[in-house]
């Protein structure tokens, strides 16, 4: 079965940490690049990061630049989201996406597959 999924969410306290992974199953990961979004409730979904097919160069969202380090290990056909310095306003569900980026690009804009989704809860 061809799929993403993801786990590793779950309830902390502002300032703890997570670290979700995004798991493929049915093919290789090494040749996508990997977007994660994240949506909380009543907001549109929002780009999280990005990390490259073949340089392995990442990118992150302002909001969550210098806190959150994505990471691949494709010997294990996995892409990581450490979440450091959670706050509150990181509460969402938190997805996955592989997509072949267009030339000239290091992020896919449309994605071959997609995870269900993880949530992350941020509150004391």
């Known amino acids: 079965q061809v799929q993403l999924v993801e786990s590793g969410g779950g309830l902390v306290q502002p300032g703890g940490s997570l670290r979700l992974s995004c798991v493929a199953s049915?093919?290789?990961?090494?040749?996508?690049?990997i977007n994660w979004f994240r949506q909380a409730p009543g907001k549109e979904r929002e780009w999280v990061s990005c990390?490259?097919?073949?340089?392995?160069?990442?990118y992150y969202a302002d909001s969550v630049k210098g806190r959150f380090t994505i990471s691949r290990d494709n010997a294990k056909n996995t892409v990581y989201l450490q979440l450091n310095s959670l706050k509150p306003e990181d509460t969402a569900v938190y997805s996955c996406?592989?997509?072949?980026?267009?030339?000239?690009?290091?992020?896919?804009?449309?994605?071959?597959?997609w995870g269900q989704g993880t949530q992350v809860t941020v509150s004391s």
């Open positions: 996406a592989a997509g072949r980026p267009a030339a000239g690009r290091s992020c896919p804009r449309q994605h071959d597959y």
């Open positions: 049915g093919f290789r990961l090494d040749n996508y690049a």
């Open positions: 990390v490259s097919i073949s340089d392995g160069r990442t």
